[in-house]
């Protein structure tokens, strides 16, 4: 099958109501545990601080995901509301929105593309890179090298915003932060669009600065903002990556059964509510970007009887299937002409 399933167009309807509570009440919530963190680290409470600062950094990924509906128009009935919306919500995350917005789409018409695709393309076992990448595997202990993996998913979501770290072999320097000489925005409109979201990324910086005071700005922004960017980076890693996955080349690629490389996984229930199917739903959302998210547990469901021989689904708990995937998933090799998969796993999750 060639073509994506069809869906009753009231799958695609939008209301006002309830997305504009979801967003209101992420924001109260965000607010109350950033008073009371205050609170907190006037009481001199560090060790709490900490436990806070996750609480408000998986809020915040529920903002982010919000911003991601928006730029996708499959949150709120109103676009121009919905892209009011999500430029504050990506701007408080310093993600320049519209720049999102764009690489975003590249991300989704090259899905799974070696060479072309946007944000956690694995590295090619005859690079030097990924050269280096297996050796490391092989003479550190998994634990420790899982671990590693661990922090650079974490930190790999500002170094791609920054730097486009990650992105398909033949691509040229890409960064949210810069729009000029870049295959991605190359409209007048976009650069102007790209500029002014990352003029708001820098207002909204001078305007914390202002108000916070150097403790505050590490306690009660840059540890919770750092969890968020932690959540962002474990779901875009866990939903583009497993042994089975495979990668294509312009001679292989195919858009429908590349976005069904994107795994489904069981995600912890709260967290997947919270934030919005954004890891359940992925595969759903990548064949149908403009479904609102409380379609999207349905349509999965519907895609896995509809494409049983393309659809990817591993039922490993969420923290076991990490650890496996993060110890053997990182290079691919072109184990067939046009055709680039990771290697078999020897590695059992602990």
């Not at 694995?122 to 890179?129: I, Q, V």
């Not at 949210?176 to 870049?182: A, L, R």
């Not at 403790?215 to 042994?243: D, R």
């Not at 490389?261 to 359940?280: A, E, K, M, N």
Request: proline fraction near 6%; charged fraction near 10%.
């Amino acid at each position: 099958m060639n073509r994506r399933p069809p869906l009753p167009k009231e799958y695609f309807t939008l209301t006002t109501a309830k997305p504009l509570v979801i967003f209101f009440a992420t924001c109260i919530a965000v607010l109350c545990m950033t008073f009371f963190s205050n609170n907190l680290l006037s009481a001199n409470h560090a060790s709490l601080l900490f436990v806070n600062a996750a609480v408000v950094g998986t809020l915040l990924t529920t903002l982010f995901a919000i911003g991601h509906e928006c730029g996708h128009k499959s949150y709120i009935k109103q676009y121009w509301l919905g892209h009011i919306i999500g430029f504050f919500s990506h701007t408080v995350l310093l993600i320049p929105y519209f720049s999102w917005i764009y690489s975003h789409a590249w991300h989704h018409r090259y899905t799974n593309h070696i060479s072309k695709g946007e944000a956690n393309v694995p590295f090619s076992s005859s690079s030097t890179f990924g050269k280096t990448l297996l050796y490391l595997q092989k003479i550190i202990p998994t634990p420790i090298f899982v671990l590693g993996v661990a922090v650079a998913v974490t930190i790999g979501t500002p170094l791609y915003l920054l730097l486009g770290i990650a992105n398909g072999h033949n691509r040229k320097f890409s960064s949210h932060f810069f729009p000029f000489h870049n295959e991605i925005y190359h409209s007048k409109k976009q650069q102007f669009l790209v500029l002014l979201s990352i003029a708001s990324v820098a207002f909204w910086l001078i305007i914390i600065a202002h108000i916070f005071t150097t403790e505050q700005l590490i306690y009660l922004y840059a540890l919770p903002i750092t969890v968020s960017y932690a959540w962002i980076g474990f779901y875009t890693f866990l939903t583009h990556s497993n042994h089975n996955v495979t990668w294509f080349d312009d001679r292989s690629f195919n858009w429908l059964k590349a976005q069904c490389q994107t795994v489904i996984r069981p995600y912890p229930r709260f967290f997947d509510l919270l934030h919005l199917h954004l890891g359940s739903g992925h595969l759903a959302h990548h064949i149908y970007p403009a479904l609102p998210h409380h379609r999207l547990p349905e349509v999965t469901t519907t895609l896995t009887s509809a494409l049983p021989n393309l659809v990817i689904c591993d039922q490993t708990p969420i923290l076991k299937a990490f650890y496996r995937v993060a110890a053997g998933c990182l290079v691919v090799s072109e184990t067939a002409p046009a055709i680039h998969t990771f290697p078999a796993s020897k590695i059992q999750s602990p």
